[in-house]
Structure formats: structure tokens, C-alpha cells
């Protein structure tokens, strides 16, 4: 069964330094999302992203975060200068252009520590 | 904006018998999806059952089903013949129909199953 894939699983970086979280969707989907959960919060929506714009985005998504797809598989997490508020898991999700209920798969997680 | 509220920090069954969680949402929208989705300690998110707004008919899936009112905006879910490893905190999450549309979690309710 096909799955979202992501890397790495664990991040552990400085503040101030930027980082890159990878994602690989299920390969016909279409619709991207970057959610994250900080340790013992509920799962908060960051950006969608289809046909290589942002389609939404929510206050969290500030100037610091940006997403890319560089290819035609990849789709990356960039925090340009972290903070400690940015330690959390952060997921990925994705789903397929046909009709119905757009169901979002989500990937296994990078858990990202800013020390 | 739609709000999704979860009301049950923690809850405990014993194994075998049936546990209901509860979940109350707020939209002004007339058509919508709801879901739960299950998190075990790996942290991954997993589906484990959505309904569809326009629909009447409760979903189940095996031992899961749901009891959805759209008049009173609640969404629970039960377990029947609950396992220890149905151990996990589970978040009722909102969407809307559109194609890209975010998925709105709430806080989760930690369940325990116990011998």
C-alpha cells in the first residue's frame, strides 16, 4: 500500500539555524499539507499546497516557514531561522485530485528538537 | 471558523468491553467531513473512521462506529470489544468540502485499555 514518507525522523538543531523537513507524497496525489503537534498538543494545520502554489495557509505559517516541491516527488518544510517554540512534530499529509472525500493520508512524523 | 472540541482529557476500558468518546463541533456550514483519527505512542496518524455531512447512515469499520448528529453538532466514537492495542489518543478532526481544505483537530482524548 502506497504510503507518505518523510525524513528525518528526528532533527535536532540550534536556534537560529535553518532547517529542511522532506516529504514524499503518495505518488498521484495532488494536495500537499504540513500540520505540526507541538509535545502534548493537538495537531495544528500549517499550509496546503497545490499546483506549486499555497492554497491556505494559518498564522503559524509565518515569513520564517516556507514549502517547496523541487521535483516532482519531493516536498519540503523550510524554517529559516528556528526557535525554541518551533520544537515539535511536524507531519505531512497528502490526497489525490479525484472526487469524494479527499481523504489526507499523513506520514510518520519529524519530530524536530531546537535546542 | 470551525472549532472541534473534545471534552475527555483521558479515558480507561478494560479490554473487551465498549467505550464511547465524545466530540462536539461548531460550523456553519451545512455539508462538511468529520473523522477520528488515532495516534499511538509511534505517534503516527492513522484514520480510523470518517463520515460524510450529507449522510445519515452512521459510518462503521469493524469494531468502530460512530453516532452522528448533525442537529446537536456531535460526533463520537465507539469502540467495541476494545484491545489493548486500540491504546492511543484519539482526535476528532472537521473538514470542509473543499478540495484543499485543512483538516481542524481537537485537543484528543488519551485512552486506556487495560487487562
Redesign the interface.
Known sequence: EPEVTQTPSHQVTQMGQEVILRCVPISNHLYFYWYRQILGQKVEFLVSFYNNEISEKSEIFDDQFSVERPDGSNFTLKIRSTKLEDSAMYFCASSELLAGTYEQYFGPGTRLTVT | AQTVTQSQPEMSVQEAETVTLSCTYDTSESNY?LFW?KQPP??????VI?Q?AYKQQNATENRFSVNFQKAAKSFSLKISDSQLGDTAMY?C?F?NTG??????????TRLQVTL
Do not use: D, V
Not at chain 2, 99 to 108: E, I, P, V, W
Open positions: 467531513y483519527y509511534s505517534r503516527q496518524m492513522i484514520l470518517r460524510e482526535f478532526a473538514r478540495t484543499a481544505s485543512k483538516l481542524t483537530f481537537g485537543t484528543g
